[in-house]
């Protein structure tokens, strides 16, 4: 049972590493190839990001340059647009697009959409179980037959990120979405062009959903482990 088990872990991690690595590797060459394609308008990553808070009335949000690459975000704290050095000054297919994008964050932000609501209520829990959950999980495996509610309780705390990645998916999702209507109503984007940011950020969502699914494998994964002590 021992081995069997063992034998699982390394499956479930190798093709999880395998399938995260083929999606990132694939993120980074739509990034590349769009990044070469610009815009009929010219419009930078910020003008973009720019011209759609202000057609949807939100005048109190930032949008900011930050160092790095695919870092961009929206920070709902200090309602600010953060966009890497790729997307800030660039007026490519992928800087619209992930411009776009984080703006659609900052809209579901400005009206309270449902699934971005509960993921921020779950930012402080998820923290706290991200900071403890490794080592009560060790501690948990080693000292199965003795304390099993020690595995238990790091199963529940390992459960809160597993959740908080699934409710990321549709918030995410969402976000592409209201990305993609407006360039298409605002004319950022032409016929030609939209089905290309369309496939950019489609790249980018299966990043979440392979992290989400490898969560959930990880998390059968103990629970097996729990409901194996009894054999």
């Known amino acids: 049972m021992a081995v069997g088990a ?136 080693i000292m199965l037959e003795s304390m099993p509610g020690l595995l238990l309780a790091g199963i529940i705390l390992f459960a809160t990120t597993t959740l908080f990645s699934f409710i990321t998916l549709p918030v995410e999702i969402d976000a592409s979405r209201r990305a993609l209507v407006w360039l298409d109503t605002a004319g950022i984007t032409t016929s030609q062009n939209h089905s290309q940011a369309k496939d950019a950020l489609k790249s980018a969502a299966y990043t979440y959903v392979v992290a989400a699914l490898g969560s959930l494998a990880t998390l059968i994964y103990y629970v097996m482990i729990f409901m194996g002590r009894r054999n």
Not at 39 to 50: D, I, N, P, S
Not at 52 to 66: A, C, K, P
Not at 88 to 96: E, G, K, L, P
Not at 107 to 114: D, K, L, M, S
């Open 6 to 141: 063992i034998g699982m872990q390394w499956i479930i991690f190798i093709g999880i590493a395998l399938l995260s690595f083929l999606v990132q590797a694939n993120l980074q060459r739509k990034f590349k190839k769009y990044s070469q394609i610009p815009l009929t308008r010219g419009m930078t990553g910020r003008e973009v990001a720019q011209q759609m808070l202000d057609e949807n009335g939100i005048h109190d949000v930032r949008v900011i340059s930050t160092s790095g690459q695919l870092t961009d975000h929206y920070d709902p704290r200090n309602k600010t647009v953060n966009l890497s050095d790729g997307v800030y000054n660039s007026n490519s297919i992928m800087a619209a697009a992930v411009a776009a994008h984080e703006c659609g964050h900052a809209i579901q932000h400005a009206r309270a959409y449902g699934p971005l609501t509960m993921r921020s209520k779950l930012v402080p829990v998820v923290s706290l179980a991200s900071k403890w959950m490794t080592w009560i999980l060790l501690l948990g495996i």
